[in-house]
């Protein structure tokens, strides 16, 4: 029998993945737990406040030493080198991006401007609530200080009071007495006293309740932060950075991670302190009442009350820490509770979605019409009214500035974000109409940085195990055959070979071949390459244009770049400028126009028309 049961907030959602969910079969204590106790502990935990602690932490680290999206180009108009070089040590910062803005000048960096302070980030993140938490602190502090005086002043008029009834009753002079104030003057001194008593334990407790929000607001952000931060200290990522950048980097980070390790073992600490000082405090007040007692307590008594007040201590000590642990815990609840009410994604499967058997797409045709696209609803567009077609069997490639929407293109194809205007068409179909796991089965993409899973190679490249080995060694073969290819990635691009937890014995390059192999082997009429070739070496990028130019041919093809060299014997390019579609045409058609983005983008790279000509010549042989 189903308990009725009053829920104050609206209930999960009744279905999850085409499941219903057992509402109806909950126990009332775990109803209890999702509409009571996780929403009263949730308020805390916010992704926004750790945002907001890492952008106020990174405005304390030198330019040059933040991650890219906190990288913002400097004016340099207003910018005076020698204010920077006189007043202390400098780091020159040699960012591409600045360098481009800046006209391929060097910035200068102030040292004395950035002082990586972690508890000032913390302070800028949460003023607010610290002041007001100091403002009412000092009224609590300041309504006990008037409690005594309003108390004093109702007493001594209870004293003459008593006194003037006294002198009238037994005919007394009152000459020397001061007269008492009235009924009512006694009557609102005492209910000021009891509203002042009201109040300082309301402010009591709300500082107290504001205490405890903020330490859990601040633990909440600083988990977010860790977690960015331990990531930064991951081998891949130390790889990546220049040599004069790895040591302040891992030594900033290393230290942030430290000093959050050490955080949590001194509040550890302190408390403990202070629970054995409160503890042994007690013990001692009872041993010196003893002694001052002797005379009328007996040895038995003392013993007893000595036995039974150091059990009570030991029940205090280990309730203040169990409750403590329980409120530390409790960030894990409203982690979970932030994410339950996180919106789901789309339907996985749809009835309109076609069937294993029918092959779709059977032709590669993709058309953006008038796509928008913004990754939360406060956030700006960063694809804007973006309108192209890309014909079955097309090579198209993407090209760009830091920030000018390209990847962003590969969010709405495969619905990583849903847009928010204008609609994607492959092969005639609405890709809204599609569920998400048929849309990203029946595409391919290779990332930037590929994923491989524990395993073997053969499990890596088919992980559904849907086709037989031989179309799997065929594609492997490619890679043998090719006379550039060494022995030893012969050797080891082998079916059986082990593959360790996320490929960390194989490089950036053997991951990105591998990538490329699934793809070929999953037969996709579509192909996304995400800047897939921009951490690997020239030998590898070339191996990895000649497997697409030959195996390929009738798959269409959508290629991010960075390197002009890779598109140019594409059928076109598209140049991408602040989220619109800045050009859309043939290389050489917009290589001849001197007046075009991308001839602007050739001529920085020092990339001339005879270079075209000679990469697509030799793509055509």
Known sequence: MSITFWKPSPAPPAIFKNQPLPWSNAGLLSKLLIHWVAPSVKVAWSRDLGDELETSFMNRVPPSLRPKKYKSPKNTDNYSLHESTSSSETTPLLDNAQRRHCNSRCIWENGKKYDQSLFKAIYLTIWKQWWWMIIVKLAAIGIRICIPQVMRILITQISLSHQWHRALKHGEPTDLLTPPKSVGYMISIGTGMWALFMVAAVLLYYNYWR???????????????????????????????????????????????????????SQGAWLGL????????????????????RGSVSAAEFGVVLNYIMLTVSIINGFVG??????????????????????????PTTPSDPGPLQIWPDKGAISFSQVKLRYRPELPLVLNDITFSVQPGEKVGVIGRTGAGKSSIAQALFRTVEICGG????????????????LRQRLSIIPQDAFLFGGTVRDNIDPTSSFPDD???????????DCHCSPTLRDKLRLDTIVANEGSNFSAGEKQL?????????????????????????ETDALIQRIIQTEFMDVTLISIAHRLQTVAYYD???????GRVAEYDEPLILFDNPNSVFRSLCDKKNVTREELLRIRANAAK
């Open 471 to 481: 179309r799997l060694n065929d594609a492997l073969n490619l890679i043998h055959r």
């Open 572 to 578: 076109r390019i598209l140049v991408m400028e602040e």
């Open 514 to 538: 591998l990538a490329l192999l699934r793809a070929l082997v999953k037969g996709s009429k579509v192909l996304l390459l995400d800047e897939a070739t921009s951490s690997v070496d020239p």
């Open 423 to 438: 609609t994607i068409h492959i092969h005639g179909v609405d890709l809204k109409t599609l569920g998400l796991d048929t």
């Open 322 to 347: 169990d409750a403590t642990l329980v409120e530390q815990l409790m960030n894990t609840v409203e982690r979970v509770q932030y994410y339950t009410e996180l919106p789901p994604e789309a339907s």
């Open 211 to 265: 205490a405890r929000l903020m330490g859990k607001m601040v633990g909440s952000a600083l988990t977010a932060l860790i977690l960015r931060k331990a990531s930064r200290l991951s081998g891949k990522s130390r790889i990546e950075m220049t040599n004069g950048r790895i040591t302040t980097m891992v030594s900033v980070d290393s230290a942030f991670v430290s000093c959050m390790m050490m955080g949590g073992f």
């Open 274 to 293: 202070r629970l054995s000082l409160a503890s042994n405090s007690l013990i001692l007040a009872v041993i010196i009442s003893g002694i001052m007692f």
